[in-house]
């Protein structure tokens, strides 16, 4: 696409008066990218995007939260966890509450971290805080691979993993009438395109995968408006994702992972939607099944906002008890966070 091109299609979605399209991204690090790159200024009012449930900290149940916390104030046990994950409260506290009154808590960047952690430690419990979609499944199953190697027993699991296809049905099923998805890249390169071929045909709406530079995100938009009514797919993002995606990834998920159902925050349980560990490593598990309550903070419309039935701004919350620094729900707490991006953006 040459610059020419661009400045054509930024012009023509900016002037475009046709009916209102509302098109769904369900990647946080699309939600990021659309706001860094100011790309809902560039677009007429006809064309709303619409942060879905793509954003794995935003989807934690409180149950996850609550067990984390207990864990953590276990004499001898460590949670270790990622930054954003820390600030999201539970049904009582968030880990960083936790933290506060004595709790072992550790922040880290890379789940691989903690196997340096455990052999270095071994008279301490580690717990890490394993939460996500089709793209960290692969990580943690090479965490717990790596782990068997070492003969490490000092290092467990809590997952909460969820996967796209199911929450994909239910968001159509019970959202706020999406006209076109803005398919995950990073998850795409894991489970292949096909993957969202098939829910395009089946649903009869259109999927277009896209990278996440500006203006990938911009032609991705521009395809979808073109295909607004019709089931169809592209892969604009072909660098990365195949038609298989990684099939040496997926090899190893099925080996240490299986299909389960899954809470996700404001949606219940869907059946089918997430993974956990296979019976045969449950060792590592640290207390994963059966994690379901959730307990939305009073107020608090992250339920509507992750399905597209409110914007954030429309929340009774957002920008005035509700911020990144004093953040209820967890759509604010998290960067890739809707009610977080919505925020610094300035559409308030």
């Keep these: 696409m040459s610059i020419m091109d661009l400045k054509d299609i930024v012009k023509e979605l900016k002037e475009y008066e046709g009916d209102e399209v509302r098109l769904m991204e369900v990647c946080g690090t699309h939600t990021a990218a659309i706001s860094e790159n100011?790309?809902?200024?560039?677009?007429?009012?006809?064309?709303?995007?619409?942060?879905?449930?793509?954003?794995?900290?935003?989807?934690?149940?409180?149950?996850?939260?609550?067990?984390?916390?207990?864990?953590?104030?276990?004499?001898?046990?460590?949670?270790?966890?990622?930054?954003?994950?820390?600030?999201?409260?539970?049904?009582?506290?968030?880990?960083?509450?936790?933290?506060?009154?004595?709790?072992?808590?550790?922040?880290v960047y890379s789940p691989m971290e903690s196997i340096k952690l455990a052999k270095e430690n071994p008279d301490q419990n580690y717990v890490f805080a394993a939460i996500g979609f089709e793209t960290t499944t692969p990580v943690y199953a090479l965490l717990i691979e790596e782990a068997k190697k070492e003969g490490l027993k000092n290092l467990k699991l809590l997952t909460s993993l969820k996967t796209m296809p199911e929450v994909i049905r239910w968001v159509i099923k019970n959202g706020g009438g999406i006209d076109g998805f803005i398919a995950p890249g990073h998850v795409s390169a894991v489970t292949g395109g096909e993957l969202f071929k098939e829910l395009a045909d089946e649903l009869g709406i259109p999927f277009v995968v896209s990278g996440?530079?500006?203006?990938?995100?911009?032609?991705?938009?521009?395809?979808?408006?073109?295909?607004?009514?019709?089931?169809?797919?592209?892969?604009?993002?072909?660098?990365?994702?195949?038609?298989?995606?990684?099939?040496?990834?997926?090899?190893?998920?099925?080996?240490?992972?299986?299909?389960?159902?899954?809470?996700?925050?404001?949606?219940?349980?869907?059946?089918?939607?997430?993974?956990?560990?296979?019976?045969?490593?449950?060792?590592?598990?640290?207390?994963?099944?059966?994690?379901?309550?959730?307990?939305?903070?009073?107020?608090?419309?992250c339920d509507k906002v992750l399905v597209g039935k409110l914007q954030p701004n429309q929340c009774p919350l957002f920008g005035k008890s509700c911020t990144p620094d004093n953040a209820h729900g967890a759509c604010m707490v998290s960067t890739e966070g809707s009610c977080y991006n919505y925020f610094i953006s300035g559409r308030r």
């Design 38 to 107: 100011g790309i809902p200024s560039m677009l007429s009012p006809h064309i709303k995007l619409i942060s879905g449930p793509g954003c794995p900290v935003c989807v934690t149940v409180t149950a996850v939260i609550d067990r984390l916390v207990e864990l953590s104030l276990l004499p001898g046990t460590t949670v270790l966890t990622f930054g954003d994950l820390i600030r999201v409260k539970g049904s009582k506290m968030s880990l960083a509450d936790a933290k506060a009154e004595g709790a072992s808590v550790k922040m």
């Design 212 to 301: 996440f530079e500006g203006k990938e995100l911009i032609f991705t938009i521009y395809s979808l408006v073109k295909m607004k009514g019709k089931a169809g797919y592209k892969n604009l993002y072909k660098s990365v994702v195949t038609k298989e995606g990684n099939l040496k990834a997926k090899e190893l998920v099925d080996k240490y992972f299986e299909v389960s159902d899954a809470s996700w925050r404001g949606m219940g349980r869907i059946p089918g939607s997430g993974m956990v560990l296979r019976k045969e490593y449950r060792d590592f598990d640290a207390g994963s099944i059966g994690l379901d309550e959730d307990h939305m903070p009073a107020g608090c419309c």
